[in-house]
């Protein structure tokens, strides 16, 4: 659990945000209560750990506009939609747009404190899943286009050999960029480099 997580909760009902921060502080998080959506994109900070219980209905702009909106802007943070009138066409539109679950009111409070967890969880894996996408792009950041071509032939399978006959190089070339690819990479096996490269985002090829 991450004690620095806090649960915004984006509900325009005092009765239902003092419920759902109840629930929340028991867990061990912290809460900001934001009494409109509007309210939300002017004081949250987008970088806190945490998640959002959101209702549907609101003054102004309505929950799963908001949604999309964060999802537009590259905003990650698990969403809890929540709703005192719920129907199939909203449930279906705020899981489709990537909400963790959509509760509706009442909701019963052990329900809504294993959903607040399991958002948390989302979250937590998802930062730690940037956090070494940016490492392994740092990483490989570092390599020459000449290592970048030797390092995809790796991935891809082929031994120094095949690589040297395909580059039209000697196998000792190979070797020597092979070397310096693992070590630039901070990898000491074939396993440990393919599994770096998996966390290089699909749209930044390590080819040149």
């Known amino acids: 659990m991450n004690q620095h997580s806090v649960i915004n909760v984006v509900d325009d009902d005092p009765a239902v945000a ?83 679950t959509f509760l509706e009111k009442p909701f019963r409070m052990k329900m809504l404190a294993e959903q607040i967890a399991r958002a948390i969880e989302i979250d937590d894996a998802r930062r730690e899943e940037r956090e070494r996408c940016q490492d392994a792009r740092a990483r490989m950041d570092q390599l020459t286009d000449k290592e970048r071509v030797v390092l995809e032939e790796i991935v891809h399978g082929l031994t120094n050999k095949q690589i040297a006959e395909k580059l ?27 599994e770096l490269v998996k966390h290089v985002p699909p749209n930044q090829s390590f080819s040149p």
């Open 18 to 100: 003092q419920a759902i921060s109840v629930v929340s502080r028991s867990l061990g998080y912290r809460v900001a209560v934001y009494r409109s959506a509007e309210d939300f994109l002017y004081g949250h900070d987008p970088n806190q750990p945490g998640c959002i219980l959101l209702d549907v209905k609101m003054p102004g702009m309505s929950g799963l506009e908001l949604q999309r909106m964060l999802c537009d802007a590259g905003v990650t943070l698990p969403i809890i939609m929540m709703s005192g009138h719920g129907d199939i066409p909203m449930a279906v539109e705020a899981m489709s747009s990537g909400a963790v």
């Open 168 to 194: 039209g190089l000697s196998i000792r070339a190979i070797e020597d960029r092979r070397s310096r690819v693992m070590r630039k990479l901070g990898t000491n096996s074939i396993i440990e480099l393919i």
